[in-house]
């Protein structure tokens, strides 16, 4: 088994790429393998800003040779009177290699096995690499000097090593060597001379190339600085990776900041630390943000005072420009700014950002009202409602929009609003993310569900619904965020009053937006939870209107998933083939003919949905009348009357199986 190397040298690519080049690279030499059939073992992609590095082991020597039996002409064509090979046949011996004892007759026509030889690998690889390379997609790709071929970064050098042997490739300008280079202030030209010490003479040279212990080496040494000061670090996996694919040899340097700046909001401070200057923020044991915070550098070296330095000079300029902005902003109170968001268009044709918080107000009040909370939550709701959107105008928003609800809440509390408001306004940006945690106050959820309610129906009735290729205004996060909420609080919401609603009190109206509406938030709904559940299950119990009760919905479907009876599957999936798309809602017992359907009329009742177990145990009840109903009893009757009879039992049965799920789409359980 042997063990290929490529490395390709580059100017610093842009973090956000690497992700994503080291998954193209890993599919794109597995198909190449996999359709070339040599076999391998693992294939290992590493990278830093300066090099993607692909090590595939456990490769096979060639590919396998390959037995083919071909098909020449007909007999009487191959060969002459005289029983000679014709110059068809002996063509045929020519163009595949063969000699005369290799072929034979076979229904009438003259064949020969031939045996086709694999290539070596090597070979494979030197014909293929560079395509394979030259296949990444990212963005910002483009020519560099004179080259035809586009890249995302000019490439410097390549290595291409299989064992210990040199595999010549050249991509774009560039021809393979066994010279790899080390950290730009480290050693350069050093020699590999097989795949196994690569990674090791890498790090001889200050240059960690595995991501992941890259990563690691990240975490300890943050960990390391935080304990040292009795702290620790909170981060987010966006800065971890970011910081990962920016640096080759990590060092942490630990900076301090003036403790005046800690009046401004925390968040602001740890957003001009996290997302502007890729620091880690650093807390004491209460949570609470200190003046402190670790920096990692691409660095050899251990004099530091430069780092701190330069790192302080410009933070201090960031957060005196925060400190400045919340000052003037806190001259007013928060309400104060409703005035100004009015100046703010929401999107066009919608009015401005003011029109959009009065309907935040009503729709809150409308949910309110619904839930049946309180009058001191409603007030609060109401309260959070009015004022959610007003930070929009203030100075500090303007600056670090990703703040916004953070700024407000803050402003509010510094206003003296009630602390349930200053949530309230906080959350109702809530979830942030598919994995971030939802609004726990009832005041966020409400204005929260609103918001993205608002948002959806809006972009919908304004003509611009997702495609496959946009997002506008995140409408599928809103939708998603919608669902979270209800489902994590179990929130008896009717989201399709919710929307026929919304939609009424929007400045323009469009046909047929609500039915999209709801399909748009019913599809967001099955794919949120089509991760631990099947998706027949989840269109089966979605064909019931899901909308008006997604908590019920989702009791239904962990109750369909774990229907373990055959029986009552075909009963109802014999039923829904007899009716097709007939309905008849009447039943008239006194054209009755059989007991069959006296019984099974008397055995179909309402039964409260409540406890959706004891709703199947009452479905499976009712499969030996069906399967009596079937065995005695003929639908499609001579006399009119009694077919039509028939019919509607049948609907009613078949309403009966409905209020559970479309049992059509659970023939496969």
């Known amino acids: 088994m042997s063990k290929y190397l490529l ?19 890993k599919n794109g030499f597995s198909k190449f393998l996999t359709e070339n059939k040599v076999t391998y073992n693992d294939i290992k992609v590493m990278a830093t800003p300066r090099r993607l590095a692909v090590i595939i082991s456990g490769l096979s020597e060639k590919q396998p040779d390959i037995e083919k039996i071909i098909k020449g002409p007909i007999k009487k064509v191959a060969y002459n009177e005289s029983g000679e090979l014709s110059p068809a046949g002996l063509g045929f011996l020519k163009k595949n290699g063969v000699t005369k004892s290799d072929i034979y007759i076979e229904n009438d026509y003259i064949h020969a096995k031939i045996k086709i030889e694999g290539k070596k690998t090597a070979d494979l690889l030197k014909d293929n690499v560079a395509s394979i390379v030259l296949k990444l ?168 005072e430069n780092i701190r330095a330069g790192n302080l000079r410009v933070i201090k300029a960031r957060l005196d420009d925060a400190v400045f902005f919340f000052k003037e902003d806190t001259k007013r109170p928060l309400e104060s700014y409703l005035e100004n968001i009015k100046g703010i268009t929401f999107q066009k044709g919608l009015g401005s950002m003011y029109d959009k918080t009065m309907r935040l107000v009503n729709l809150s009040e409308y949910l309110s009202k619904e839930l049946n909370i309180n009058e001191e939550e409603t007030k609060n709701t109401k309260r959070a409602a009015l004022l959610c959107k007003a930070d929009l105008a203030t100075n500090l928003v303007f600056e670090f929009t990703e703040l916004q609800g953070f700024i407000g809440a803050d402003y509010a509390r510094v206003s003296g609003e009630n602390t349930k408001v200053v949530e309230g306004i906080k959350e109702h940006y809530f979830p942030l993310n598919a994995e971030s945690e939802t609004a726990s106050s009832i005041e966020g959820q409400l204005v929260g569900i609103a918001d993205k309610i608002d948002t959806i129906c809006a972009v919908f009735a304004g003509g611009k619904k997702p495609t496959g290729s946009s997002d506008p205004l995140g409408v599928r996060r809103a939708a998603l965020g919608i669902v979270k909420t209800i489902l994590e609080h179990n929130l008896n919401i009717d989201l399709n009053k ?38 027949n299950i989840l269109d089966a119990c979605a064909s019931n209107n899901p909308l008006s009760d997604i ?54 009742k309402e039964v409260d949905l409540n406890d959706y177990n004891e709703y199947i145990s009452y479905l499976t009840s009712l499969n030996p009348y069906v399967v009596k109903f079937f065995d005695d009893v003929l639908v499609m009757d001579k006399d009119e009357s009694i077919k039509n009879n028939r019919i509607g039992l049948l609907t009613k049965l078949k309403q009966a199986y409905e209020k559970l799920a479309d049992f059509s789409k659970l023939q496969s359980l």
């Not at 040298?9 to 690279?25: M, N, R, T």
């Not at 609603?501 to 967001?524: H, M, N, S, Y």
């Open 7 to 25: 490395e390709i040298g580059v100017e610093e690519l842009p973090y956000k790429f690497i992700p994503s080049a080291i998954e193209q690279l």
């Open 137 to 304: 997609q990212g963005p910002h790709f483009m020519r560099w000097g004179s080259n035809d071929e586009k890249f995302s970064r000019p490439i410097r050098w390549i290595v291409s090593i299989l064992d210990d042997k040199q595999i010549p490739i050249t991509i774009i300008d560039k021809s393979s060597s066994n010279i790899t280079r080390g950290h730009r202030f480290s050693k350069q030209d050093i020699v590999i001379n097989n795949p196994d010490e690569y990674i090791d003479k890498l790090k001889s040279a200050h240059v960690y190339v595995d991501q992941d212990e890259r990563k690691a080496k990240i975490v300890s040494l943050v960990k390391k600085e935080a304990d040292e000061l009795n702290a620790k670090a909170n981060y987010s996996d966006d800065l971890l990776e970011e910081v990962t694919y920016i640096c080759e040899y990590p060092i942490a340097v630990t900076c301090e900041f003036d403790k005046d700046f800690l009046t401004i909001p925390q968040e602001v401070a740890v957003t001009v630390m996290e997302v502007h200057q890729r620091y880690f923020a650093l807390y004491d044991n209460n949570n609470n943000l200190i003046n402190k915070f670790v920096t990692v550098t691409n660095y050899i070296g251990n004099e530091f």
């Open 498 to 535: 919710l929307i026929k609603k919304t939609l009424e009190i929007l400045p323009v109206q469009k046909d047929g937006c609500e039915a999209d509406v709801v399909e748009f938030i019913t599809q967001r709904l099955i794919i949120f939870l089509s991760d631990n559940y099947p998706k």
């Open 551 to 604: 908590c019920g919905y989702l009791k239904r479907v962990k109750t369909v998933v774990n229907i373990n009876n055959p029986l009552l599957i075909e009963n109802a999936n014999r039923v829904i083939r007899i009716l097709k798309n007939e309905k008849i809602d009447t039943v008239k017992p006194e054209l009755f003919t059989t007991d069959a359907e006296r019984e099974l009329y008397t055995a179909i």
